[in-house]
């Protein structure tokens, strides 16, 4: 085995970043990050009609916002198509392929005429083993000789050893009559190509190995170690799908999830190291191996997803929070914060990064931060502000002029003043919020008014006093 790891994540560009996608990269690229490899991106391209350049833009969007950088240039498949020919002709002039001039008609008819007699339907083509000097001049596909008995085996990480009968293998195209490539023959090229040394991909291609083996084989190259992970599935257990909700990497973004907490959800999807649900990408890099990935199809969970984000918004570096929001609110098409309110932002972060699982439940709390005067009142927080007519506001605003800006003196101040009017700092604390916010539900009263600074907390509580007053 060659010293250095080589991973890649070869999407086909048509459509968004499947979550499915999305945790087979991450997958691939921890196992290369953790051992000093390399993770190499492919773009499998070799279907014209399906492929666009926007799906390719939407597939490195979602690896650059999860943070999966690769290796080197971005391979584009298609651009290997005459690498792919050559090989086929190689192969050909080896005598381990050949050329068929079967047209559908004559397949059909075989398949037609095995049915009837309850035999295989595989293709079984009269031209295997025929004379070049009997080859018509006429179109012809490039199959392969595929071997016919005996049994191929898929030693596979995940599933274990995967034996699929030769009898059960036809003999594949290579090139169509056309001299294009099949999928199949390019996978197994550029990955031989590119020295990939394990490939990490969703069970779905498991078929698919028994069929590239054929290849590596006749070409006598080493074949890569296989892991093939269960796909994803519902809460319901059923496969992913729309009806389950979100399917596309993007959206997550969109719905502020973090992208730490996206990484350590997906690693947890499917693969686990001991009882650990939240880690760091540091962790994740050291643990990750293809021991720890279940047999079985792992359920996606929403509710495990938002806990292990909120965790890692609370350990998250402040400034790098600060950006990572701003890249939210692009993508949710939401208004970019002011370089004056991702400041604020930044140093309210302290106080709003606790218990917030989501961007938006952070901006939620952040909102007495962002927020400017006159202040608007909420339903909710109006209703707190009508309950101190009485004129808590209008008496508490003066003696919190002389009070010096800090945690210990504020509170102090505060309790003072609800013990003397009989009451408790509870009963202030609503309409406090109210004025300070506008909100009901808001990081603590102190963090608030530390944050805001004496000034602005001061003409807000003035702002709140004259309206109880006026109304
Ligand atoms: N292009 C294939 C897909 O998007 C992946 C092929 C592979 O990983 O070998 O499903």
């Keep these: 085995m060659p010293d250095q790891v080589v991973t890649r994540f070869a999407p086909s560009p048509t459509g968004f970043l499947h ?9 691939n690229w921890l196992y290369a990050r953790g051992r000093g490899g390399k993770f190499l991106l492919r773009i499998e391209d070799t279907d014209r009609e399906r ?24 391979v584009s498949q298609f651009e290997g198509a005459a690498r792919h020919a050559e090989v086929a002709n190689h192969l050909l002039a080896e005598g381990k392929a050949y050329k068929c001039f079967s047209t559908q008609e004559e397949i059909a008819a075989f398949r037609d005429a095995a049915r009837a007699e309850g035999k295989s339907t595989l293709f079984r083509s009269p031209w295997r083993d025929a004379d070049a000097a009997s080859h018509p001049d006429a179109p012809f596909v490039i199959r392969i000789k595929a071997p016919q008995d005996g049994a191929t085996v898929i030693r596979d990480q995940v599933q274990g050893d995967v034996t699929i009968r030769n009898d059960q293998l036809d003999d594949m195209i290579l090139l169509r009559s056309d001299g294009t490539p099949v999928y199949m023959l390019a ?34 190259w080493d074949v890569p170690v296989w892991a093939h992970i269960p796909l994803i599935h519902g809460p319901d257990g059923k496969k992913l799908s729309k009806r389950h909700g979100a399917l596309g990497a993007q959206e997550y973004q969109a719905m502020g ?6 990484r350590n959800y997906l690693a947890r999807l499917g693969w686990s190291h001991g009882d650990d649900e939240f880690f760091t990408d540091a962790q994740a890099r050291e643990w990750f191996d293809l021991d720890g990935i279940g047999k079985s199809p792992a359920r996606f969970d929403t509710k495990k997803l938002e806990n292990l984000c909120g965790q890692h918004i609370a350990i998250a570096d ?10 939210y609110l692009a993508a949710a098409n939401q208004p970019a914060l002011t370089e004056t309110q991702s400041g604020d932002l930044e140093r309210a972060m302290y106080c709003l990064k606790d218990r917030a699982r ?12 962002l927020t400017s005067r006159p202040i608007e009142q909420d339903a909710k927080a109006a209703k707190a502000l009508a309950s101190v007519s009485n004129g808590i506001l209008n008496e508490l605003t003066p003696q919190l002029q ?70």
């Design 19 to 27: 979550i499915g996608g999305a945790r087979t990269a991450l997958f």
């Design 51 to 74: 492929s666009t350049p926007e799906a390719t833009a939407a597939i490195l969007q979602g690896m650059g916002w999860l943070g999966l950088d690769h290796d080197g240039e971005v």
């Design 187 to 220: 996978v197994v090229i550029d990955d031989h190509d590119m020295g990939v040394t394990h490939v990490i991909r969703g069970d779905d291609h498991l078929n698919n190995a028994a069929r590239q083996m054929m290849i590596y084989e006749a070409m006598g």
């Design 257 to 262: 999830y973090p992208a730490a907490g996206m």
């Design 318 to 327: 402040d400034a790098a929070l600060r950006q990572e929001i701003q890249g």
């Design 358 to 369: 989501t961007f938006p439940e952070l901006l939620e709390k952040a909102h007495f931060a």
């Design 402 to 471: 002389n009070v010096s800006w800090t945690r210990d003196d504020l509170e102090a101040s505060l309790n003072g003043f609800a013990e003397a009017r009989e009451t408790k700092f509870g009963k202030l604390a609503g309409p406090l919020r109210a004025a300070l916010a506008g909100r009901a539900v808001t990081p603590s009263v102190f963090d608030m008014m530390l944050v805001l600074g004496k000034d602005e907390s001061l003409a807000r509580l003035q702002d709140a006093a004259e309206k109880a007053q006026s109304s």
